[in-house]
């Protein structure tokens, strides 16, 4: 089957550095997609892996280990508006992207 | 950027009744849009895939006649949930996709059915 994991929530410190981790199973696979989602917002596009490695824009981050399935997103220099649910969503081979629940961030001053 | 509209963005409504949200892209012709439910603190549940002119595609556990998907045109796609309940109130987002990779989200509509 396919499925996404991410840890449910994580905390941080303002300032700070914090990496959202997330392993993904699709059929066939399409990309590895990183969303943001304010409370009561849509989500909004953060990055996109295909290839191996790291993708980096701004204080946001994103790496894809295709052989191992694994992603993270990293976001440095925290910001108190940085407070979100992240997503991960794997894209498969029919182009759909399948959802992990989301990392609920709490960041702390 | 893309933009993609919904209206309403917040919804009140009896049950029993039926509600219309309608989901556009406002700068481009989307070939696949999808509408999306989102309950408190769960990630996105997609409810189906609507291609321009044709009948859309449910995922399996979605009523089809109860949530009624029309795709008139490449920038419109409406959700009507019909004969509404209050296990319905949910988060609603659309989103439409060109080519194969971006999708580009709604704001979302908030429906609360009383």
């Known amino acids: 089957g396919q499925n996404i994991d991410q840890p449910t929530e994580m905390t941080a410190t303002e300032g700070a550095i914090v990496q959202i981790n997330c392993t993904y199973q699709?059929?066939?696979?399409?990309?590895l997609f990183w969303y943001q989602q304010h409370a009561g917002e849509a989500p909004t596009f953060l990055s996109y892996?295909?290839l191996d490695g790291l993708e980096e824009k701004g204080r946001f981050s994103s790496f894809l280990s295709r052989s191992k399935g694994y992603s993270y997103l990293l976001l440095k220099e925290l910001q108190m508006k940085d407070s979100a649910s992240y997503l991960c969503?794997?894209?498969?081979?029919?182009?759909?992207?399948?959802w992990g629940a989301g990392t609920k961030l709490i960041i702390k001053p | 950027g893309a933009v993609v509209s919904q209206h309403p963005s917040r919804v009140i409504c009896k049950s029993g009744t039926s509600v219309k949200i309608e989901c556009r892209s406002l700068?481009?012709?989307?070939?696949?849009m999808f509408w999306y439910r989102q309950f408190p603190k769960k990630s996105l549940m997609l409810m189906a895939t609507?291609?321009?002119?044709?009948?859309?595609?449910?995922e399996q556990g979605v009523e089809k006649d109860k949530f009624l998907i029309n795709h008139a045109s490449l920038t419109l796609s409406t959700l009507t949930v019909t004969s509404a309940h209050p296990e319905d109130s949910s988060f609603y987002i659309c989103?439409?996709?060109?080519?194969?990779?971006?999708?580009?989200f709604g704001p979302g509509t908030r429906l609360t059915v009383t």
């Open positions: 969503a794997g894209m498969d081979s029919n182009y759909q992207l399948i």
């Open positions: 609507s291609n321009e002119g044709s009948k859309a595609t449910y």
């Open positions: 892996n295909v």
């Open positions: 699709t059929s066939g696979f399409n990309g």
């Open positions: 700068d481009f012709q989307a070939t696949t």
């Open positions: 989103s439409a996709r060109v080519g194969d990779l971006e999708q580009y």
